[in-house]
């Protein structure tokens, strides 16, 4: 693959990534019994909904557009629906699961893009080590911490 043809994959999955988590932890916030819980995972939804706004910059400056966000959005909160909102540990894991190779793909966007520091590529891999940060606070029983991850994040992305 050349580096134009994965540098527009990798941006194209990044975005749809973004779209699916915006659709996802909004569904699991509004699924969510415990009110903290709920407050975290609207805030998850916040930083994955900004970065979808961020990133349209960027997909316009390739000529991609993601198709229908819409969809993608749907899709994210159907697989919402199978998750046990009230099963906190096991949601932390497979975040923290997740979120490894994502991180990986991110960073490799990063490297071969024409603006390595563009800041919407900077807080776009920023978002998904935070994501990473959070879920391990969590299961770490930090939960002081894990907010703070969140909100160091929401204001200050890039």
């Known amino acids: 693959m050349t580096d134009d043809s994965e540098h527009d994959a990798l941006l194209l999955e990044a975005a ?10 909004g569904a699991l916030a ?3 019994p415990d009110p903290e819980r709920r407050e975290k995972l609207e805030t ?3 930083i994955e909904a900004r970065s979808v706004t ?6 316009r400056a390739a000529g991609l557009r993601v198709g229908d ?3 993608v959005r749907r899709e994210g909160a159907a697989l919402a629906a199978a998750v046990e909102p009230e099963n906190w540990q096991l949601l932390m894991r497979q975040m923290r699961d997740a979120v490894a190779p994502v991180v990986e793909r991110y960073e490799r966007l990063r490297a071969i ?11 776009l891999c920023n978002s998904e ?18 907010r703070k991850a969140l909100e160091r994040h929401l204001r200050r992305p890039a």
């Open 69 to 71: 966000p819409a969809a």
């Open 113 to 123: 893009a024409p603006d390595p520091g563009d800041p919407a590529l900077v807080a």
């Open 30 to 32: 509004a699924a969510q």
């Open 54 to 59: 961020s990133l349209q910059r960027v997909l």
């Open 44 to 46: 998850i939804q916040i």
């Open 16 to 25: 749809r990534g973004k779209l699916f988590g915006d659709g996802f932890f």
């Open 129 to 146: 080590a935070t994501l990473r940060e959070f879920a391990e606070l969590e299961l770490a029983g930090d939960e002081r911490r894990a």
